[in-house]
Nanobody
Framework: QVQLVESGGGLVQPGGSLRLSCAAS????????MGWYRQAPGKERELVAV???????NYADSVKGRFAISTDSAKNTVYLQMNSLKPEDTAVYFC?????????WGQGTQVTVSS
């Protein structure tokens, strides 16, 4: 019923850019927040960026100044613009959406930064 579909991942060289998108469907309550998490091999899942309905944003220290999160409320879609990518950014990126009572996760999209 509720589904998050991520896209935009892939292989990119260090210093390059990617734009991830996540489209949410089947949600009937107001979205309180949308965000992105990532998990690298052998590492715990970590918050990358989040944006609230009021437009407040929060970023992991490791991506500040390089990544930007944005939304299209009419389409229930969240984006993550990733610039100046580093090999350390390599991970599976997961979309996260929260309404007043539930939290939803996407299946993840692989981002690999390598020369």
């Amino acid at each position: 019923q509720v589904q998050l579909v991520e896209s935009g991942g892939g292989l990119v060289q260090p210093g390059g850019s990617l734009r991830l998108s996540c489209a949410a469907s089947g949600i009937i309550f107001r979205i309180n927040a949308m965000g992105w998490y990532r998990q690298a091999p052998g590492k715990e899942r970590e918050l990358v960026a989040v944006i609230t309905g009021g437009g407040n944003t929060n970023y992991a220290d490791s991506v500040k100044g390089r990544f930007a999160i944005s939304t299209d409320s009419a389409k229930n879609t969240v984006y993550l613009q990733m610039n100046s990518l580093k090999p350390e950014d390599t991970a599976v990126y997961f979309c996260n959406v929260r309404d007043p009572v539930r939290t939803f996760w996407g299946q993840g999209t692989q981002v690999t930064v390598s020369s």
